[in-house]
C-alpha cells in the first residue's frame, strides 16, 4: 500500500532556531495536511494544501505541496518552547485505501529555552 | 463544542479480559476512524466507517471489532485483550467522506495498557 516517509524523525533544537522538516511518498497523493500532536493529546489540523506548488501559511509555520506531488515541507520559524510536540504528515492519494488518510510516523520537536 | 470525545482516558486490563473504548461526536460528521499510535509507528487505522451502518477493515483491525451505534457514536472492543494492544487509542471523526476536503478531527486518546 501507500506509504509517506517523515523525516527527520526527531529534532533538538535552540529556541529562536527554524525549523525544517518533510515526508515523501512513492506515489502521488492529491493533498498534504500537517498536524501537530501536544504531549497526551490528540493530533491537530495546522495547515492543509491541495495543489501542486501550493505554498500556505499559518502564523509561524508555512508549508509547500511539492511540484511532483509527492513530497511536502513544513517550516517553522523563530521556534518557541510552546512548538515541542509531534508533527505528522498525512495524505491522500488517487484510488487507494478508500479516501482515507495516510500518516507519516511523525518528527518530535523538542526545543531547549 | 466538544467536538469528539473519548473515554475512559486511561485503563489497565490484564491479559484476557474485554472492554469497550468508547467516541462520540457532536459535529454531525458522517465519517469516524479508530487509529491506535505506538512508539514509532505513527498513526495505523484499525477500523473506519464512512457513514452510518457500515464499518471496514483499515490496516490492522485483527483483535478488534467496532460498532457504529448510530452516526454520533463509533465504539471499538477488544474481545480478549493482549500485551501487544498496548497502546494509545484515537477516534476522529470528518465531515466528509472525502477525507482530503476537511481533515480530522481527533479525540484526545485512551491509554490503554495490558498486563
Known amino acids: 500500500g501507500q506509504q509517506l516517509n517523515q523525516s527527520p524523525q526527531s529534532m533538538f533544537i535552540q529556541e529562536g532556531e527554524d525549523v525544517s522538516m518533510n515526508c515523501t511518498s512513492s506515489?502521488?497523493?492529491?493533498?498534504w495536511l500537517w498536524y501537530k500532536q501536544d504531549p497526551g493529546e490528540g493530533p491537530v489540523l495546522l495547515i492543509a494544501?491541495?495543489?501542486?506548488?501550493e505554498l500556505t501559511s499559518n502564523g509561524r509555520l508555512t508549508a509547500q505541496f511539492g511540484i511532483t506531488r509527492k513530497d511536502s515541507f513544513l517550516n517553522i520559524s523563530a521556534s518557541i518552547p510552546s512548538d515541542v510536540g509531534i508533527y505528522f504528515c498525512a495524505g491522500q492519494g488517487y484510488g487507494g485505501s478508500q479516501g482515507n488518510l495516510i500518516f507519516g510516523k511523525g518528527t518530535k520537536l523538542s526545543v531547549k529555552p | 463544542n466538544a467536538g469528539v470525545t473519548q473515554t475512559p482516558k486511561f485503563q489497565v486490563l490484564k491479559t484476557g479480559q474485554s472492554m469497550t473504548l468508547q467516541c462520540a461526536q457532536d459535529?454531525?460528521?458522517?465519517?469516524m476512524y479508530w487509529y491506535r499510535q505506538d512508539p514509532g509507528m505513527g498513526l495505523r487505522l484499525i477500523y473506519y466507517s464512512a457513514s452510518e451502518g457500515t464499518t471496514d477493515k483499515g490496516e490492522v483491525p485483527n483483535g478488534y471489532n467496532v460498532s457504529r451505534l448510530n452516526k454520533r457514536e463509533f465504539s471499538l472492543r477488544l474481545e480478549s485483550a493482549a500485551p501487544s494492544q498496548t497502546s494509545v487509542y484515537f477516534c476522529?471523526?470528518?465531515?466528509?467522506?472525502?477525507?482530503?476536503?476537511?481533515?480530522?478531527?481527533f479525540g484526545s486518546g485512551t491509554r490503554l495498557t495490558v498486563v
Open positions: 494544501l491541495y495543489k501542486a506548488g
Open positions: 506515489s502521488i497523493f492529491n493533498t
Open positions: 459535529m454531525n460528521h458522517n465519517s
Open positions: 476522529a471523526s470528518n465531515a466528509h467522506r472525502d477525507s482530503s476536503v476537511y481533515g480530522y478531527t
